[in-house]
């Protein structure tokens, strides 16, 4: 009978917060933890703590104790003290195996390891140079995107497998050749928790009016970060060209940061009676969030990482439009509705314009989303997959 792993997570970001690659980390911990065995997060000094997760942070920087979502300098000192709490586990503590997510946490995993002589899983949710370029980090005309390139082939390297939260980071991770190697394993979703019917409808309908949406409108949800490179801006415009066109459609957009930002745009555009933000959404919170909408939109741009908030949306058995990109295609299959080509605001604006003028569609997809989600993206299949690369990786050690 196989013992039980000790399995240690570096996770250099401030988890927990309530978006994105969080939500994979901490799906993933609780699923190991549901199929007995034991999980540590290293991680940054801020974020939430979870109950009954063992989450061990780094010390601020002293000069500064708050930092930005997402690329910055700031970020480069934190993965320093990130490293250092780390040797310290390593030290004290006993492991089977290292778990580091995104390129940081990979690179850690891979320095301190040998300490133990412990084998590196690598959980890769997007290219390092993308999504650099994406937040406006990096320039891919600049000096700096060459030596960076090389950096996030190096640390492609080095894992002993590499586990990608979709297919297409596999396809993007070919030029390898190594398929023992890169593991897709997409992300999934709690569909018990995720589920439609969470609130009645005289409670959506109570909740809908206390926001200032008419009880006859359709709603267009949102929920995810606010940033450019998720296409908000987009989102926004087509809201504009909605209101132009005579359609009584409100935007009910959950998210943070920048969400001063997004309002001063959507006051420029003359959509800020159509469109309602409420700020940063609790994760526990999400699905009443989400019940709320009547269609949900994905208008994410960036085309090396995955996009989790529409498997939340297939969950919730909402009809979701999305730019046609091979992710959300990866999800939706053929029961997405596309806007093309990607980053077109008029495309968008149609693709909604469409589920708006068919009620039964909207249904139609809905129920087919729920059921896609229930078949093919469940954590509980993905953590018992999980195990099994684990325990391959343990065994081709002690060959």
Known sequence: ???????????????????????????????????????????????????????????PTPWRADYEVGS????LAFDVFLAWRVLGLLLRRRFDLIHGHLYEGALI?????????????????GSLTG???????????????????LLEERINEMADVIITSTQQGAVQLGHLGDSVR????????????FRPGVLSPEEVSARRAALGIPP??????????????????????AAHLLKASGQEVYFLIGGFPAEIYYQAQARRLGVDDRVVFTGKVPYDQSPFHLTLGDIAVAPKLSATEGSGKILNYMAMALPTVAFDT???????GSLGVYASPPGDPDALARAIQVLVEQPDLRRALGEGLRQRALRHFS??????????IYREILARKQQ
Request: hydrophobic letters at 45%.
């Open 1 to 59: 009978m196989n013992r039980p792993l000790r399995i240690l997570m570096i996770a250099p970001t401030s988890f927990f917060l309530d978006y994105g690659c969080h939500v994979r980390i901490l799906e993933e911990a609780r699923v190991l933890q549901r199929l007995g065995h034991q999980v540590t997060i290293a991680t940054y000094y801020l974020g939430r703590d979870i109950p009954g997760l063992e989450i061990v942070r780094c010390r």
């Open 72 to 75: 910055s300098l700031h970020k």
């Open 109 to 125: 995993g891979r320095a301190l390891g040998w300490l133990q002589g412990l084998p590196v899983v690598f959980d890769r949710q």
């Open 131 to 149: 999504e650099m370029v994406d937040h406006r980090f990096l320039n891919p005309r600049g000096p700096w995107y060459r030596w960076v390139r």
């Open 182 to 193: 890169i593991r897709p394993l997409p992300d999934c979703v709690n569909a018990d928790f």
């Open 216 to 237: 006859r409108a359709t709603v267009v949800v949102y929920l995810g970060l606010l940033a450019d490179w998720q296409g908000i801006p987009q989102l926004l415009q």
């Open 326 to 332: 091979p992710v959300s295609r990866e999800y939706l």
């Open 379 to 388: 954590w509980d299949r993905a953590g018992r997959q999980l195990v099994n």
